[in-house]
Structure formats: C-alpha cells, structure tokens
C-alpha cells in the first residue's frame, strides 16, 4: 500500500492533521488561535515567530527542554532513534508532544525543529559550541591545510574541502580519543573545565599561530589538533563535535524525565480543619474591619495610585495587625472589589456598594467570594515595601504589584497539593523545585519566591489548614464554589446567641458569635482578646459609643441581659446608667455652637478649665455658654474633659448623630495583568479548526484551477467587437473557447466555456469547469482564443 508523502513543509504537516491534533494544538498554544488563521500557511506562519515560540518554550517541562536542545544539536532533519541515543533514553512519546505543539514537524525519520527554536535557544545549546565548521570557519585556508597535514589528511586549499574533511575526521567516533590517549598533561584539564559548558573560555593571543610540531602548553596542543578552535582574538571555543565526543555521545548528563520529589508530612484531619476554618474566618473579620474604618474615613489616594506608608501603618494599627497583614487584607479587599478609589477629585479608598452587600452573606459564601478572586489575581502583596528599578517602594494597591507569573505559579503550587493525599504538606523549597522541573526556562529567583508567598497567603485566607489544602480550598480548586461554602460551614463553628457576662465588666462569648450579635455587642464593648473564645470588656468610652448609636440605657441593658446566660452583673449595669446619666447632661448646637446645662456650677467649671481655652467658650446666662468652634469640635473637646456631651437639634431635642459610612461609586474589581491570552473554550477551537480547514479549501481549489488553465492559450487583449465576432462565430460552429474575465473584484481568471448565445450585451455559455450554464458581460471578456481539441 503506497504510503503518503513525507511533507515539505510546517504548513504541509499542519494541513495533514486530523481536526483532533488541531484542537491540541490550539488548547496547548492559545495565542495561535487569536485571530483566527485563515489557513494552514497563516497557522504556520504565526507558530514559528518568535514571540509564539517563546511562549511554546517557557510551557516546556524539563524533558520537553532537553528534547529539544538535542534536536538543536544534531544536525537537520534527524530521526526518533538519533534523538534517543543522544539523549540517553526513549524519546519516542516526548518527540510526539515537541510535535504536537508545533515545534517540531515530520516523520519519525526525517524530523525538523522549528527554526525559531534553534534560535531561541542559544548558540550553545545544552552547553555545546558551534559545530566544527563554524568554529574552524574563522582560520584562513592556509591555517586550515596546515591542520590537515598537521592531522595526517589530505591537504587542500579550498575552504570548504577543508573543512568538510576536518569535520568528518574529526567528528568520527573514536577520533577525539584516539588523539587524547599520547596529550600531554594539563590537556584533560583544560577539556574538563569546557565539556559540560560554557564552552568557551579566555586565553590571551587564542589567534596565534601553532603548529603540532612547534605547540607548547595544552591550550597550543589542542589549538594545533583542532580541538579547541578561536573564536575571538582572547577566546577560545570547544567545538560541538568534541564536546558530544567528550560527553561520551550524549547532550545532557542523565535524561531528567522524572519531577523532584516532594517531601512531605501528614497533618491530623481535624487540625488541618480547624486551622483552615480558623483562618478563614479571620480573613473575613479583617477585610469587614477595614470596611468600616475606611467607611468612616478613607485613606487619601497617592498621586501616582497605591496607599500611602503612612496610612497603610494606620490601617495596620487599626486593625491590630502588622503591615504586611495589612498589606494581604487591603489587596484582598481590592481584588474582590469591595474596596475601590472613588475617582474623585481629591480620591479616596472607600468601600464599594458591593461591600455592604457582602457583609449580608453568611461566613462561607464571603470566604469564597474572597478567596476565588484571590485565586484568579496576579497581585503579589508581599511586594509590598520592597524597592523597584529606581529604588523607589513599592505601596499597596499600586499600580505594580501585578506578576503575571504570579497566577500561574498559584495554580501550579495548588495543583501539586491537591495532587497529594489528604492532610499532606509539602515543604515549599521541594515545591519550587517541582515548579522549577516543570517550567525550566520561567525560573527565577522571583518564582522561587512566589511559591513561599503563595503558601503564605493560601495560610492566612484559609485555602491551606495547618499547611494542608482544606476540603473547602479543594473544593474551590475545582471551581465548586457552593461545595467550597458547604465545606467551610461544615468546618466552622456552631455560632453562639449567649455570654457570659462578668462582675470584672467583661463578656466571654465561648464561640463565635452570631454576626448581628456581635456587631451590637462591640458598639457597646471593645474587643480585648481573640481565639476560641472572644472576650470583650465595657468601660465609659466603649458604653458611650453604644449611647451615641441612639440606644438608651434600657435598650442596652434589655439586650446585655437577653445576651447573657447569667444575666447582667451589678457592676455593669451601675457602668451603663452612670454613663447614660452622664450623657447629654451638657447640650451641644450651633450658635458658632452653643453649650447648656441644667447645673450652672458645671458651666463654670467648663468655662474656667483650661482645657477648653482652645473653644473658647463664653457665658451667656447661667445655664448657656456659646463657643466660636464648631460643633463637632467642641463636642470631641468636652468628651475629652469627659463630661459626656450630647448634641441637640434646632428643636431642642436630642440628636443621635451616627457615623456617616462613606461609599465609592460601583466600581468593578481589577482585572488580572496576564500577558496572555485567555484559553479557548470549545466554540473558539471550533471555529479555528473550521477557518483553517475552510482556508486550506479555498488555496486547494485555486491551485486546481491553476492546474486545470495551465494548457489554456495565451489570450492577447482584444477589443469587445473582436471578442463578440469570435464568440459568435464560436456559437455557430458550438465549439469550445478560452475566454479572459475579470470579476467583480477585479481579479482575471480563466474559463473554458461553450459559447450558446451572445445577445444584449451579454454570453450565454456552458462553463465546463463549473459543469452549468452561466451569463457572462461581454465588456469584462478580455481576450478569447479557441481551445485545441
């Protein structure tokens, strides 16, 4: 059975896949397919550019690599079994994926690497010099016939005679070490140092003249012999040929086919569980934290975009956090699109509408909206502070912090932990030199780095429990984002309703409370320590703060006693009436401002402290005093002198004066800085297979019709009377004519028709290409000839 040819080209090999290895082929190198290519030229074409073959390199694992350095190495085309022995195992299933991605095209016999591979990786690939031709290339033919009688050959004083002899010679099996058995000592060292790269090295005069019978030294030995060859006036190079000859015919070491192993410990379930649980909740208390402390006063935006220093160790301070915790939560918040730059003149941070719908949800379904978009950002908050090219730091929410390495290196850390057992952990440095295994040419310093900061920031969100991927992390790998909530309300605590309320003026609440609760409860008590149980502690300033919400003593206490299992202690409940005695004995309005009181003796008192010199307070009758400042000014002055103030409206009556939450407009959230382009969904990779296919149709059936007018006359211009007199004779005798016609669009082709009428300006003919009956204009005919029978 007649086997098809071997193709010609990368084009010729694209266009002979099944629509299958296509869709491979565009899944594996998704810039192929944007645009679409208009055929398997067009695909070629773009597949061996520079940019597409460095990104087709950078997705290599290290087998694909070396694979491919072999094949940069051998000379072009090669076959499956060269490649295998040069690389020291089978290379029969790495070939097929080299192929597969387009790198690579043509039979397992007659194989031939991509151009812009060989260029993109090096002259030296896998650490081997030039071949023996362009390395020995720079001798003058004199030089070179001087080697050949020096090596016993035939001499010749034609260039590539010479070199082609000196390459066969000394490229033969045997050869190089047939040589080296009577070198001198230091010969062994000086190839030692250059066999396994960087092949080159420096030598003062590496141009000098040497002849075997005059050399000196071992660099002159092996000058004179050919096995070290000049490649600049101070340097000299190992050739490829002796270096694979040195290597023992192999490119690389070991053929690396099998990734690093990972070390690895096992954690117990419920502690990875709880870890992840624990963690995720705090995660969610912080970024709601920053919500209302930038709702109440946002941080002003840098000029050139970001969080200033300053502020962002005031956030940190606020949130009882160091900075670079700060620094996750405010880029977490950011990327979830809870917190935004309000776009105004003078801009701010402030919470998006988006937050106030966030806070409503339950715990679980927060954590997954925080940790998805988390998972799908190119942020790097560890950057935070560091310094970039001009020394400058780098702030929050800046405009560089973005790592388009940063979301691929996240996935794959996730992945190779999802991949291990429940509960495992896997030490971060054998992680990244798994990561190193599998892209060898995107490792870096910085990548290395990335792999830390994303254990720790899948740590601090709750991804990672104890350093193990928690069932709601895993679940949320697969993108099941109501099995990830399932799984984090499974690991969650049961939320209490009850404290215990103290006689030392605290509250224990023995679990997470119920978020409505606690936010009540820390609107009358500070929070004073975290963990498994909460504890919080009521003083003046904290009972204060609940009074100035609008609740009353009564509410407060009918809320503090349904709260607490034991009811409310003595102490706390003489704590709130003082206070609410206290509050609103001194009025506050605007006179500038006014202040009175019931009691005058305390309106002298006021009026004579000096720490309310700065108000400037004045009386106007026993029971007012009138204050130039404003209102609010004078207020946070009297709750500093601690008589508890109240302010009072225009009608005399108390007014509550809660804290205005300030909002940005809609804002969407920041979209990932990738480079790359997004991955084709199945109706993309369609569409590609068809254009090509359909692209491949068109250049197939014009170079048909080539074939088909290839016999046709030439068909000299003639006018239309000419034209029309030969037709219609054509038409009288019915035979067949070559007419010139040029379309619609301008282009001419060729028709061979039988003429069955010419009438109004118009031919009717049978098109024997076509098989039909077609209308031809007589003034778009440009030439006719009759056809040869």
Known sequence: MPTAPAPRTLAEDLRSRADEDLVVLFTQRPDLAAPLPTSSTALATRATTRASTQRALERLDTPALQVAEVLAVLPDPTSVTAVSKAWGARANDVVAHLRRSALLWGPDRRLHLVSAVRELLGPHPAGLGPTLADALGRRSPQRLAELLEDLGLEVSHDPEVALTRLGEHLGAPGTVEQLLTDAPEGVRTVLDKLTWGPPTGAVERADRQVRTATSTGPVDWLLSRGLLAVSGPGTVVLPREVGLALRGGRVHRTPDRRPPELSTTTRRHEVVLAGGAEAAAEACRLVDELGRLWGAAGPSVLRAGGLGVRELRRTASALEVDESTAALVVETAWVAGLVADDGEVEPRWLPTPAYDTWVEEDLPYRWVHLASCWLASTRVPAMVGSRDAKDAAR???????????????????????????????????????????????????????????TVRDASWLGVLGAGALSPAGRALLVDDEEGAAAALAAALPTPVREVLLQADLTAVAPGPLETHLSRRLESLARVESRGGATVYRFDPTSVRHGLDDGQTADEALAFLAALSSTGVPQPLEYLVRDVARRHGRVRVGRAGSYVRAEDPALLAELVADKRCAAIGLRMLAPTVLASPADPDEVLSVLRQVGVAPAAEGPDGELLVRRATAMRSGPRPSPRPVTGEPPAPGAALLAAAVQTVRAGDEDVAELERRRERTRDAPPLPPMDPTTSLAVLRDAVGRRRPVWIGYVDASGSTSRHLVEPLGVEGGRITAFDHEQRSVRSYSVHRVTGVAEAQA
């Open 395 to 453: 702030n929050a929410l800046g405009p560089d912090l973005d790592r388009a390495s940063a979301l691929v290196v996240r996935r794959a850390v996730l992945s190779e932990l999802a991949a291990l057992a429940q509960d495992e952990v896997a030490a971060p440095e054998t992680l990244a030199a798994r990561l190193r295994w599998q892209s060898p040419r995107r490792a870096t310093k910085l990548r290395d780095d990335l792999v830390g900061w």
